[in-house]
């Protein structure tokens, strides 16, 4: 309801002092309200309609733990997947299989591919039925593909039990805990987001510890049905997702191209920086990967198999942690999509320690690299989302990162598998790791256009503003001349 609002009737009326008084007062309140408040989206408002508040709390802290549950359990299982891939190449391994790494690594690739290819998908789902059903939903089939993977004896069934069905319940499960933060919170919304997102850093720094004891003491089955407890508690954490945000309302008027707009929104892609953006990351990628699932085998055949190998993936974790939070308070400071440099600066730190793998001959060395590589992980996941905002705007930015982790899905499941392959032909990683380093690069590259496209957007946009100043002032100088002459405009 607008505030100060007057109806026709009132006292206040007779009075002009007072109601410029309540006015004032109303549009005071209103300003003070404003961080606090987002409108219902309607092309027509009522004037008495209400406005949302988001609690800023509350049951939204509740939410904020269940999001960040589901951020460590999804992304702390796949990151951890290195371990696993030891005793997948020990369980199904065979001396004359030429080609090991190289089939094995798909499991890992596949199913951390499924979960960005199906994001697209995911935002619509979410849009019909909701953040609670979604999540829910989405990890009930994940525990069903993540049991059914600790009965499988073979890998080809693993492809589609872990690679296909627990990393199809697991994006299902993940979009939601994102979205759902918008009905809880707007004004520390970022604060939120950093500590959901931590989530998975500190899964990744302590799911490798319990992962090897697992697989020391009970086996790669057993270990499985244990993760199945994560799973299981995701999909309780599901439930506390109550939607607040009142539903978009739907034009069944339209026709039926209005209603696949609503659907798939296409302006963003008319925006040429958000092109190269879309395209540019998915090809820095390619090698993003390869250490995820590789960089255990290469510790193991290169300082030995009693090596304290967690240690890598622990270093990893704790510093993508600070450089979520550091990077995320940096990019603040940084104007407009300049912040590209920055997502820049972390591809090429990325794709130059890729390279330095293997050329560390001391375990020293392999982790320091792994601590930058952490840092600069983070950076680049913390702003995707400030860029988002900046090159699409806040009404297209929800479609806008959902289409682009779909695309970023076709280098994660290509990558790893072409370093196994490296591996199996040459006998040594080394190869593997430096074309692991060369994508990053490339994109890195490839983005430094955004900046000086989207300055000449703004350029453009400002000279059709200054000739449509300049006929208006001509159309009203030719409309004012009569009247000056004393001549009738009629």
């Known amino acids: 309801m607008a505030v100060g609002h007057q109806s026709e009737g009132d006292p206040a009326e007779s009075n002009p002092l007072s109601k410029e ?271 995820y699932v590789h960089l255990m085998k290469h510790v193991e055949e290169r300082f030995g198999a009693d090596t304290n190998k967690e240690l890598l993936l622990m270093c990893i974790g704790i510093t993508s942690c600070l450089g979520r939070l550091i990077f995320g308070r940096v990019a603040d400071y940084v104007h407009g999509v300049n912040k590209v440099y920055l997502q820049v600066s972390s591809f090429l730190v990325i794709g130059v320690m890729s390279m330095m793998i293997p050329l560390c001959n001391i375990f020293g060395g392999l982790i320091a690299v792994c601590l930058l590589m952490g840092l600069f992980d983070g950076c680049f996941i913390s702003i995707m989302a400030p860029i988002a905002f900046e090159l699409v705007g806040a009404n297209d930015v929800s479609q806008a990162i959902g289409f682009l982790l779909g695309l970023m899905s076709v280098p994660m499941v290509v990558g790893p598998p072409i370093a196994g392959f490296l591996r199996d032909k040459l006998g040594t990683y080394d190869l593997a790791f430096y074309l692991a380093g060369i994508p990053p690069i490339i994109g890195g590259a490839l983005l430094c256009l955004i900046p000086w496209v989207e300055a000449r957007r703004r350029r453009a946009m400002k000279e059709a503003a200054k000739h449509s100043e300049t006929d208006a002032s001509q159309k009203m100088m030719e409309q004012e001349t009569p009247c000056k002459n004393g001549e009738s405009v009629l």
């Open 21 to 291: 008084d309540k006015s004032l007062k109303g549009e005071q309140e209103e300003e003070k309200e404003e961080d606090s408040k987002v409108c219902i989206p309607e092309k027509s408002s009522a004037p008495g309609e209400a406005e949302f508040v988001h609690p800023e709390g509350g049951w939204g802290w509740v939410v904020m733990l269940a999001a960040m549950w589901c951020n460590g359990s999804v992304f702390g299982i796949q990151n951890a997947f290195g371990l696993m891939f030891l005793s997948l190449l020990q369980q199904f391994g065979s001396v004359d299989d030429n080609d090991l790494r190289f089939k094995t690594a798909w499991v890992g690739s596949l199913s951390m591919g499924m979960i960005f290819f199906c994001s697209p998908i995911v935002s619509i789902v979410t849009d019909i039925l909701g953040c609670r059903v979604t999540a829910v939903g989405g990890a009930a089939v994940g525990l069903v593909g993540l049991l059914a993977s600790s009965f499988v004896t073979s890998l080809g069934p693993m492809y589609f039990t872990y690679g296909i069905v627990f990393a199809c319940g697991c994006s299902f499960a993940y979009q939601p805990s994102l979205v759902i933060l918008g009905h809880y919170f707007k004004r520390r919304l970022g604060l939120v987001n950093g500590i959901v997102t931590a989530g998975s850093s500190i899964f990744t720094i302590a799911l490798p510890f319990m992962l090897s004891y697992l697989l020391e003491n009970i086996g790669l089955h057993n270990t499985m049905r244990v993760l199945c407890i994560l799973m299981f508690v995701l999909m309780l954490a599901g439930f506390t997702y109550k939607p607040l945000l009142p539903r978009k309302p739907r034009n069944t008027q339209t026709g039926s191209g209005s209603r696949f707009s609503q659907i798939f929104n296409v302006n963003i892609w008319k925006s040429l920086g958000y092109r190269i953006w879309a395209f540019g990351i998915p090809a820095a990628l390619y090698g993003y990967f390869v250490p």
